[in-house]
């Protein structure tokens, strides 16, 4: 099934409203004359293919670690996970008890509330206690990006309706996106956001028209649940804001269709309950990080003074990044907030957010806003309205406005799959939007690369070789290279569309290759590793804490438990 509203007949470019039966799709419907595509026999072999695919993309990003290489060392794991995990693993494993202190951090310190190592959650919890756990730590982060890819592909399949080519190209873009591999060793950015798409389902699926709603009430209140003891507060307070608008825009759709209160109340009392089953499961996690940060210096600093307001807010030139990798750089705060995704399924983002202006299409419609909101919020002190909102109470839990940025490709993956999939159907408006959407951004790359040769402007090298311990990064020109080869493909690919049956069979997967191959291309500096005797010295230190050097550096640095950065950080100390 595909959802799409119908315009109804008239003039040729008129823009009526969109029929019945396409509001009706919107809402969970289905309409007696909108016969399924393909068959379920197909359908099942398409979908095994194409986790197959996700698979494969995910077993060559991790190499390292499933050959036995390498392990993740990088960031926040050598600084903050390591230690912390170490202790629960030894306090339950030698002395068979729970930890909730950690005397060998200051004075003495809760480590039950440390909410970034998740000591409340389930999964790290069968990580910790199985395996060794500087490998524990290491699967457990690999392990989260696949469950990100597979998360997104059953929200683009069920909820979108779309074709398993098209989900798989929003399931790539989602999992192993810049933000998403920047932030490698940040197991709470993954843990948190690889349960995103499944409480987005939950919600498409509890405001649907007809259908079960208990199971699906206690599935998304296990996701969401599962989400918020993942550790990232930043971004739960996100995703609790993208569920609610999702719900309510769906909710006014069916409502304006429906006309029914009694419908409309049984629904929002079943995402209550979703939510409220959610929240009981994090209430022991929230309480104790709640004391914790009572005793915490930031305790006194607001959300609008803190440094990360600042640090943390993306400038002019970070968000042409976002949609220009390796072109400027990577901007003030570097890989962190790169969300390089291929410029092939770039350009099928920017025309499905161009084609919403011209199509009422309730879902395109929605997940174009919602990028749109998302990467303006990710602006934060740049942006003169988000500045504003900063002088509200309440607006300071979104101390880092940089972290929306994960909202924006959540949207723009699901953006992307509802364009392949019009260009898929042969829609013939689609198709131009796209030609010249590639064309556009193929003389873009190319102009700035015109404007650096003539000496008109500079580029700054982007420090990508820096990251890698295992595979050289790709160099700028390799990097465009390979980005103006997809889109001269995806460009002769989508302008001999002009047949359906070509755009049904051959199109999509086109597509879909073209993104995984630039993706796989970007990501693959970025997944960085350590040799297992490098992580094992470190653990040797007392209360694992030794002195190890970073990633890159010659020298090795003490280090020491620190309450101002991120509740619970290793900074170096001299």
Request: glycine fraction near 8%.
């Amino acid at each position: 099934m595909m959802i799409r509203g119908r315009v109804s007949k008239g003039t040729p470019g008129s823009r009526s409203a969109p029929s019945v039966i396409g509001v009706s799709r919107w809402a969970g419907g289905r309409a007696a004359d909108d016969p399924p595509r393909v068959s379920p026999r197909r359908a099942g072999r398409a979908d095994v293919l194409a986790v197959a695919a996700l698979f494969a993309t995910w077993c060559w990003l991790f190499r390292a670690l499933l050959l036995g290489r390498g392990l993740i060392f990088d960031g926040e794991v050598h600084e903050i996970l390591l230690p912390l995990h170490h202790y629960l693993r030894e306090q339950v494993l030698r002395w068979h008890r729970v930890p909730l202190w950690n005397p060998h951090l200051f004075l003495g310190y809760p480590w039950l509330g440390a909410i970034q190592a998740g000591p409340l959650y389930p999964v790290s919890w069968l990580f910790d206690l199985v395996l060794p756990v500087e490998r524990a730590l290491s699967w457990n982060i690999a392990a989260h990006f696949l469950l990100a890819a597979l998360s997104s592909y059953a929200f683009a399949r069920r909820a979108l309706g779309v074709r398993a080519e098209s989900a798989l190209v929003a399931a790539v873009m989602f999992a192993f996106n810049g933000h998403m591999v920047g932030n490698l060793g940040q197991l709470h950015n993954h843990a948190t956001l690889g349960w995103a798409p499944l409480a987005l389902l939950a919600v498409h699926q509890l405001t649907s028209a007809a259908g079960p709603r208990a199971r699906w009430v206690g599935a998304g209140a296990l996701a969401l649940g599962l989400s918020l003891l993942g550790g990232m507060a930043q971004q739960s307070a996100y995703l609790l804001v993208l569920l609610a608008a999702y719900g309510a825009s769906r909710l006014a759709v069916r409502d304006a269709l429906e006309r029914r209160a009694r419908g409309w109340a049984d629904t929002v009392l079943a995402l209550a309950w979703m939510a409220a089953l959610a929240l009981v499961m994090f209430a022991p996690q929230w309480l104790a990080t709640d004391a914790l940060l009572a005793e915490s210096a930031r305790a006194t600093v607001t959300g609008k003074e803190s440094l990360a307001v600042a640090a943390g807010s993306l400038s002019a030139a970070d968000l042409l990044g976002l949609l220009f990798p390796n072109l400027v750089g990577w901007g003030a705060l570097g890989a962190f907030n790169t969300s390089f995704i291929g410029v092939v399924p770039v350009a099928l983002v920017l025309a499905g957010a161009w084609r919403t202006i011209a199509h009422d299409e309730p879902i395109e419609r929605f997940f174009a806003v919602v990028a749109l909101v998302a990467l303006a919020f990710a602006a934060g002190t740049n942006n003169p309205a988000t500045r504003v909102l900063y002088e509200i109470p309440g607006v300071a839990l979104f101390h880092d406005p940089a972290r929306a940025i994960a909202v924006a490709l959540l949207a723009a993956a699901m953006l992307a799959a509802r364009v392949l999939e019009r260009l898929g159907s042969g829609d013939e408006g689609t198709r131009k939007t796209v030609v010249v959407t590639l064309i556009l951004v193929g003389l873009g790359i190319v102009g700035v690369r015109f404007a650096y040769w003539l000496g008109w402007i500079e580029l700054p090298e982007p420090p990508v070789e820096a990251y890698a311990t295992e595979v050289p990064g790709p160099s700028r020109n390799d990097a465009q290279v390979a980005s103006l080869g997809a889109l001269a493909l995806g460009l002769l690919a989508v302008a001999r569309a002009g047949s359906p049956a070509f755009a049904r069979v051959w199109l999509p997967g086109i597509l879909a290759v073209l993104a995984i191959a630039l993706q796989a291309w970007f990501a693959t500096p970025f997944i960085r590793t350590e040799a297992p005797a490098t992580v094992e010295r470190y653990l040797s230190g007392p209360a694992a804490l030794a002195s190890v050097a970073r990633p890159g550096e010659a020298v090795g640095h003490a280090r020491i438990a620190n309450l101002d950065r991120d509740d619970v950080a290793v900074e170096p100390f001299e």
